[in-house]
């Protein structure tokens, strides 16, 4: 599904809406905003995520991206996009849920 390139910087939260998801990117080449585009191999932590009052729901930690584009490649790694899913994994790498991309840059869009 097309969508608008993710990037770093780009606004996304855990499942549980508190958490901010953080890229750490190692694309030092291809720029939307003045910012990398993120790919599928970059390393994207959850920052803030206060989920675990007792249950067994944990806090989410980091995102497992499932779907990246699938025609955009940034130096031969996918691209992630606005419509990209992932999903937000806890300390034990539990599944805690979709992670929502919120923001992105508007012009350059990816299929």
Sequence with gaps: ???PLFHVGAT???AHGAGAVQVISSNTRVFVGGMPVATMA?????A????APGGVAQPCLRVQWIT???????????????TSSGLGLGP?????????????????IGT
């Design 1 to 3: 599904m097309p969508g």
């Design 12 to 14: 996304a939260l855990c």
């Design 42 to 46: 970059d390393m994207a932590m959850i």
């Design 48 to 51: 803030g995520c206060l989920f």
């Design 68 to 82: 990246p584009a699938a025609r955009v490649l940034v130096n031969g790694q996918p691209a992630l996009l606005q």
């Design 92 to 108: 034990t790498q539990a599944p805690q849920g979709p992670v929502l991309i919120v923001a992105t840059q508007p012009r350059v």
